[in-house]
């Protein structure tokens, strides 16, 4: 079974633009969720979607969103893009996101914002 | 609401020797708790996991024990590898409520020939 994959796996963009991530679950996972990893604030939780909806969402500002289409692929979009956007981003997989919620991960998108 | 607390890192050891990371938790209810690990340019992976007090997670000779009554969950090795040098991250998740897992700040370990 093919594991959670993400494109790009690098970015490099430049303060103010706006940027597209994508991740590809695991087949028959419907639950996606995406994190953002820093050296200095670790792993943080940025949202989750579950059938297309937005189930949980993390504290991160509005510049920051999501979608999931039918076929649980799933996009993150960040735009005006700030220095410290400058991150690993991470999306996992489960199946439900429920019960003891193993979670699959990707390899990330490496972003720098210059 | 729920942490998980590691002990900071660089965790620095020879090959061979024995490795323990520390991890302890707060949470409400009845939590499962996990391993992950994150080898150098790659996103994380489950090592291990404990749905329940009392369960042994193993996986690849690491084990941790699920302690309800000291709410810990450290990660052991008897005889650590090169290979193994990589960042751990302990998780847990909420049996009731919100089901996003919480991780904690993670681990590096390093070990040397």
């Known amino acids: 079974k093919a594991g959670v994959t993400q494109t790009p796996r690098y970015l490099i963009k430049t303060r103010g633009q706006q940027v597209t991530l994508s991740c590809s679950p695991i087949s028959g996972h419907r639950s996606v969720s995406w994190y953002q990893q820093t050296p200095g604030q670790g792993l943080q939780f940025l949202f989750e979607?579950?059938?297309?909806?937005?189930?949980n969402k993390g504290n991160f500002p509005g510049r920051f969103s999501g979608r999931q289409f039918s076929n649980s692929r799933s996009e993150m979009n960040v735009s005006t893009l700030e220095l410290g956007d400058s991150a690993l981003y991470l999306c996992a997989s489960s199946l439900t996101g429920k019960g003891d919620y193993e979670q699959y991960f990707g390899p990330g998108t490496r972003l720098t914002v210059t | 609401g729920n942490s998980v607390t590691q002990m900071e890192g660089p965790v620095t050891l020879s090959e061979e020797a024995f490795l323990t990371i520390n991890c302890t938790y707060t949470a409400t209810g009845y939590p499962s708790l996990f391993w992950y690990v994150q080898y150098p340019g790659e996103g994380l992976q489950l090592l291990l996991k404990?749905?329940?007090?009392?369960d042994k997670g193993s996986n690849k000779g690491f084990e941790a024990t699920y302690r309800k009554e000291t709410t810990s969950f450290h990660l052991e090795k008897g005889s650590v590898q090169v290979s193994d040098s990589a960042v751990y991250f302990c998780a847990l998740s909420a049996s009731g409520g919100s089901y996003i897992p919480t991780f904690g700040r993670g681990t590096s370990l390093i070990v040397h020939p």
């Open positions: 979607y579950f059938s297309e909806t937005q189930r």
């Open positions: 404990a749905t329940k007090a009392d």
